[in-house]
């Protein structure tokens, strides 16, 4: 089988890629850390998160709506509609990013201080504004990409743009946080400094994006010369015009943005309902700073694991549309439980590797609050299952035709969540109501999802060496690392530590998973490296 038709290869291209990109992401949280503080990393994540929400808005549907459009059309050979649909795509993008980048841009003060109540993040927003015209603008070439079937241009793209992502934050928040202390004693406030630090991490992501871009630009030059060839083959016949495109493209467009906002805004809301129930409990003292702990430190790791689902997610898309196309039923339903088992093989492990590893993992990476970091990452690693099958099974409905379910399910979850978060928050369960609330959510739309997946393709979940052999595989692992973790973080620190119970980790965990008949020969054939795998574990007579 060629590697191009292999879903499963080509997203692991891709998770591969946004495991890299979230660990580059992590080595930039450190440094910034130690710059600009937990208070600069609050100030930048309530930015961010607006930021992130007007990404969903403008431009974070385009590569899994342009995926699908081009793979549709290039599955009925039709090769002109396909380059057409690339180009609605990307005035599309043009026109949604420049509006967006205008909001930030002009309206900055009033969505930092009104809307995330953090009115200190408001200079970190508008230096923000401008790669959300390049991003929306870069989504719509990685989309066109994985429409074609590869996924390799966005994964190079997503590690170079991380790369200058790292070096742009860390030497604008040098530089700006220092210029913000001459400031904050200009005015006799000492917020300055980290607000201004903020504003000089935000300086990564639009350096990045421009980076990101470039690279796309020249691998699509290349690509001209192939596309050309194959719309001048194209037997003649009916092309859609562009007007028939562009309604293809927004209907494609707006159920996927729908889902996607839906599925993000809980972010924006979660940050709104803290910060509005701290100060009414008289804890605006401590809100950024919990806030920065939460999102700088949690979050960010959690999110590693979880990026493996979103890169199959890219994956499946294209190739279950193109089965539907085909009315190839049974091949789509083999495609679901291929691409589910493959993400719990990952996604269960890491949880039990988070929750095990938690305090040497945190001391390794961040300074400043360790134990509250700590806890966050105990009760809330469990997450990273529940995202990862949710993220899954929306990318699922949307490859089959079902673009309007995730939103239904997602606006129910959202919800439910809501009335948790507060009704926690009035408990004074503190940030850790916000990570129980999103946990809940996650459960609701994986459930809801699962069920309407069984509905509308008649597809039965296996359970078993899905997600059962994984766990014992996991726990198994767990006792070991667990148990060895505090044997040695006393005598060769917390580096040696993480590293030697990763390897060691990951070792016994692929043993007991082979013992226990969690993979066979065939499901390693068709991963990276299989072959590699197969005949390791056949010499040390394991298979």
């Avoid at 026109?95 to 930030?104: A, H, K, R």
């Avoid at 980290?194 to 290349?222: C, D, H, K």
């Amino acid at each position: 089988m060629k590697k191009k038709s292999n879903f499963i290869v080509q997203g692991s291209i891709l998770a591969i890629a946004g495991v890299l990109s979230r660990i580059i992401g992590i080595a930039r949280r450190f440094p910034m850390e130690h710059i600009i503080g937990d208070k600069g990393n609050g100030f930048y994540s309530a930015a961010y998160e607006v930021y992130a929400m007007m990404l969903i808005i403008s431009c974070y549907s385009l590569p899994l709506a342009v995926s699908k459009v081009v793979s549709s059309k290039l599955n009925k050979r039709q090769y002109r509609s396909a380059e057409r649909a690339f180009q609605c795509a990307l005035i599309f993008a043009i026109v949604t990013g420049g509006i967006t980048f205008f909001v930030c841009e002009f309206f900055g003060d009033f969505l930092a201080a009104d809307v995330m109540l953090e009115p200190m993040s408001a200079l970190a927003l508008k230096v923000l504004g401008p790669a959300l015209l390049i991003v929306s603008v870069m989504g719509v070439f990685r989309g066109y990409f994985q429409g074609l079937g590869t996924m390799t241009p966005t994964a190079i793209s997503q590690i170079l743009e991380q790369i200058f992502v790292l070096i742009g934050s860390i030497a604008g928040s040098y530089i700006l946080f220092n210029y913000g202390e001459m400031v904050g004693v200009l005015y006799h406030d000492e917020d300055y400094a980290p607000s201004y630090g903020a504003a000089g991490a935000s300086i990564g992501p639009v350096v990045g994006a421009v980076v990101g871009l470039a690279f796309l630009l020249f691998i699509f030059s290349m690509y001209k010369t192939k596309l050309r060839r194959q719309m001048k083959r194209e037997k003649p016949g009916r092309t859609d015009s562009y007007g028939q495109i562009f309604k293809l493209i927004l209907l494609t467009i707006f159920p996927v943005l729908l889902s996607t906002t839906v599925y993000n805004l809980s972010n924006v809301i979660d940050i709104r309902i803290y910060n509005d129930v701290m100060i009414q409990k008289g804890l605006e003292d401590v809100k950024a700073y919990n806030w920065g702990v939460y999102s700088g430190k949690y979050r960010v790791l959690v999110n590693v694991p979880i990026a493996l689902a979103n890169a199959m997610c890219s994956s499946i898309v294209p190739v279950l549309t193109g089965l539907m196309v085909r009315e190839e039923y049974s091949q789509a339903k083999e495609k679901i439980g291929q691409a589910m088992r493959f993400t719990m093989l990952v996604a269960i492990p890491s949880t039990v590797g988070l929750t095990v590893l938690a305090r040497p993992i945190i001391t390794m990476l961040f300074r400043g609050e360790i134990d509250m970091a700590v806890n966050l990452l105990h009760l809330g690693s469990i997450s990273v299952v529940f995202y990862t099958m949710s993220t899954l099974t929306n990318g699922v409905l949307q490859g089959i035709n079902k673009m309007q379910i995730p939103v239904r399910n997602a606006a129910i979850a959202l919800v439910v969540h809501i009335a948790a978060l507060y009704g926690m928050l009035e408990l004074d369960w503190g940030i850790n109501a916000v990570v129980y609330a999103n946990i809940l959510f996650a459960v609701i739309v994986c459930v809801l999802n699962s069920l309407a997946i069984r509905k509308y393709l008649r597809y039965k979940q296996e359970y078993v060496r899905t997600f059962a052999v994984p766990a014992i595989a996991s726990v198994v692992m767990g006792v070991v690392i667990g148990v060895l973790g505090m044997l040695l973080s006393g005598a060769v620190g917390n580096v040696l530590t993480v590293l030697i119970c990763i390897v060691l980790g990951a070792v016994i965990y692929f043993v007991a998973l082979l013992l226990l008949k969690g993979v066979s020969e065939y499901d390693l054939r068709r991963m990276p490296c299989g072959g590699i795998v197969i005949g390791v574990a056949k010499k040390l007579r394991i298979m």
